[in-house]
Nanobody, 128 residues
Framework: QVQLAESGGDLVQPGGSLRLSCTTSRSTLEQYDIGWFRQAPGKDRERVSCIKSSDGSTYSYDDMKGRTTTSKDTAEGTVYLQMDNLKPQDTSVYYC?????????????????????WGQGTQVTVSS
């Protein structure tokens, strides 16, 4: 029943900002931790951030740590990824994802093709 849909990707200049949205349901956000991921052509999927179902606490990872703010509106069933000071290397397709069943994914853990489900992704291109 988990359904995820990303939106908000765009072409933006270096140093610019974007806010991505992950639309799902209130029920999903009450039960599932939600991760943001990105994958560029020829590269592995990379963790960007994560937000917990329990209290909304967040994590950010690697190159984008300090440049992202993750939040959610549980009632509306939407998770947001605010990205600031974007760099050309941030160019990628961005996905939100979680497990196929409750408690099979936690922020800080792994999300594999076996246990994960994602939306279609939204393209972010950072270029002058």
């Amino acid at each position: 029943q988990v359904q995820l849909a990303e939106s908000g990707g765009d072409l933006v200049q270096p140093g610019g900002s974007l806010r991505l949205s992950c639309t799902t349901s209130r029920s999903t956000l009450e039960q599932y931790d939600i991760g943001w991921f990105r994958q560029a052509p020829g590269k592995d999927r990379e963790r960007v951030s994560c937000i917990k179902s329990s209290d909304g606490s967040t994590y950010s990872y690697d190159d984008m740590k300090g440049r992202t703010t993750t939040s959610k509106d549980t009632a509306e069933g939407t998770v947001y990824l605010q990205m600031d000071n974007l760099k050309p290397q941030d160019t990628s397709v961005y996905y939100c994802g979680t497990a196929r069943a409750p408690d099979h994914f936690r922020c800080g853990g792994q999300l594999s093709a076996h246990n994960g489900t994602w939306g279609q992704g939204t393209q972010v291109t950072v270029s002058s």
